[in-house]
């Protein structure tokens, strides 16, 4: 927005955890949740700890080192929201990992590690949150689901299973949590420029950015203000949806 244009500071007093936030989508996520005045808990691997360290310091938030796919993590979770913080009122589950292959030549630990990532470690966190009460009533859950997860993508059998999954989660989470003023809802990019994609194939990268109909690929902060938006007070008649953010009105 213009600087001209005053910022409601929308989640001051909020507790937000940002998963897979060292970079890329999470990073510009945690960033906007922050200027709105959230205090924000930010999650990577421990490999990335020196990145996650400056991502949270720039960000003015936490760094908290986890792998979400160790069997401690929906535990170390509650322990640092519900613990340290009292509750959490948004989490964003933003990490995400793809390992592409040709069907061809797809393997079954590229299965597994696809669905462990994206979508196992994030049931058993939001299981574990939901029953320790560390989600807090009017809290809202945002998953990163995939233009992939809608249209398919080439290379992709195993990461678009997993974002499509995502879709159906949210829809059928979502009337379970709306008695408790909750919202779930998912958010599907297209094409962003991160370190994810850039990755690919040149040719894919090309493809991926002339599918979109700005014919350029998204940016980090495009899908985070989207993401701050279902994460905010504002956003409570929105709940079990999918928000396509990917310039791809066609697919
Ligand atoms: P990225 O690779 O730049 O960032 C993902 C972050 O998640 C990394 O910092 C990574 O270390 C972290 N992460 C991976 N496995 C983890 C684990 N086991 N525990 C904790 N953290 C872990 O990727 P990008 O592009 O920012 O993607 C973020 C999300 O957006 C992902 O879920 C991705 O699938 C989704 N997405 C990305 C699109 C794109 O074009 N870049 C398009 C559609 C969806």
Same mark, same amino acid.
């Given at each position: 927005a213009p600087a001209s244009v005053p910022r409601v500071? =929308?989640?001051?007093g909020r507790v937000a955890l940002v998963t897979? +936030? +060292?970079?890329g989508i999470g990073a510009a996520t945690a960033e906007r949740l922050a200027q709105e005045g959230a205090r924000v808990v930010l999650l990577d691997v421990p490999a990335l700890q020196e990145a996650l360290g400056a991502t949270a310091a720039r960000v003015g938030g936490e760094a908290l080192a986890l792998?979400? &796919? =160790?069997?401690?993590a929906p535990a170390r979770l509650v322990e640092e /929201?519900?613990?340290?913080?009292?509750?959490?009122?948004v989490v964003v589950h933003n990490a995400g990992i793809t390992r592409d292959r040709t069907l061809a030549k797809m393997t079954p630990e590229a299965w597994d590690q696809v669905l462990a990532v994206n979508l196992a470690a994030i049931v058993a966190a939001d299981d574990a949150l939901l029953a320790s009460g +560390? /989600?807090?009533?009017?809290g809202r859950l945002v998953y990163l689901s995939s233009i992939s997860g809608v249209a398919g993508n080439f290379g992709q059998t195993n990461y678009a299973a997993t974002k499509a999954a995502l879709i159906g989660y949210v829809a059928a989470l979502a009337p379970r949590l709306a008695p408790r003023g909750i919202c779930a809802n998912a958010v599907a990019p297209g094409f962003i420029e991160t370190a994810m994609v850039a990755k690919m194939p040149l040719m894919t990268r090309e493809v991926g950015r002339r599918l979109n109909s700005l014919s350029q690929g998204g940016l980090p902060r495009d899908v985070a203000e989207l993401i701050t938006f279902l994460g905010s007070?504002? +956003?409570?008649? /929105? &709940?079990?949806n999918t928000v396509r953010a990917c310039g791809q009105g066609l697919i």
């Open positions: 500071s =929308a989640l001051r897979g +936030a +060292a970079r792998d979400v &796919t =160790a069997p401690d /929201l519900k613990g340290r913080h009292g509750g959490v009122d +560390a /989600l807090r009533d009017e007070p504002g +956003a409570y008649g /929105l &709940t079990g």
